[in-house]
């Protein structure tokens, strides 16, 4: 599955505090090898946003599921699988949260992020 962007459906109003941590499931293959299809991601939208970091962002009303790249004075949105174009955007203001762990079926595919 190789597409120009893969978008969320990220419902705001979905039951936390808007600082509190939450969990969305990677949909698509932007993000592989590191986040596979179908993996639980845990999104902390106070979290430092550094470059390096994977971070979901706000893109014209859409959430984008990226690692966040700071080249001089350019921030980029890069998705690891290179079937993907890279997004500029203006600054990390864009950034909702911070991808903090991955979870999936076996223990061994567990990871923090911090």
């Known amino acids: 599955m190789s597409e120009e962007t893969e978008l969320l459906d990220l419902d705001a109003g979905g039951g936390c505090a808007s600082d509190e941590p939450f969990a969305l499931r990677v949909l698509g293959d932007s993000m592989e090898p590191e986040f596979k299809d179908?993996?639980?991601?845990?999104?902390d939208p106070v979290?430092?946003?550094?470059?390096?970091?994977?971070?979901?962002?706000?893109?014209?009303?859409?959430?984008?599921?990226?690692?966040?790249?700071?080249?001089?004075?350019?921030?980029?949105?890069?998705?690891?699988?290179?079937?993907y174009k890279v997004v500029e955007i203006e600054s990390p203001s864009v950034v909702r949260g911070?991808?903090?762990?991955?979870?999936?079926?076996?223990?061994?595919?567990h990871k923090h992020y911090d």
């Open 47 to 83: 979290a430092n946003v550094e470059s390096g970091r994977y971070v979901i962002a706000e893109i014209d009303g859409e959430y984008i599921f990226r690692q966040l790249i700071q080249d001089g004075e350019k921030f980029l949105l890069q998705a690891i699988n290179p079937g």
């Open 38 to 43: 179908g993996c639980i991601i845990i999104i």
């Open 98 to 109: 911070v991808i903090t762990q991955r979870a999936g079926a076996r223990r061994k595919y």
